[in-house]
């Protein structure tokens, strides 16, 4: 699937429990798809975020959206295997 060249292109998704415009059910179907496929994802579920509110710096969830975002963004796709892995 990948080579340790490669960057990460696996999905990481954060999605609000109030949010209309993209359905939570939607988000989990997602992820498990990526997973059953033996992808790398996983899914944030920001207990009363919509799709606007999750990304406000007053979000409750705004620094751990933050780290994931710093945390996988230099990641390669065996990286973030490897971590999956453990």
Do not use: F
């Amino acid at each position: 699937m990948s080579t340790a060249s490669t960057r990460c292109d696996d999905p990481v998704t954060a999605v609000g429990t109030a949010d209309t415009m993209v359905s939570p059910e939607n988000s989990i179907r997602y992820i498990d798809a990526v997973t059953q496929r033996s992808g790398i994802g996983a899914l944030l579920l920001a207990d009363g975020e919509d799709h606007v509110s999750l990304v406000s710096a007053d979000s409750a969830h705004n620094q751990q959206i933050l780290d994931i975002i710093s945390e996988t963004s230099d990641k390669t796709v065996d990286e973030l295997a490897q971590h999956h892995s453990r």
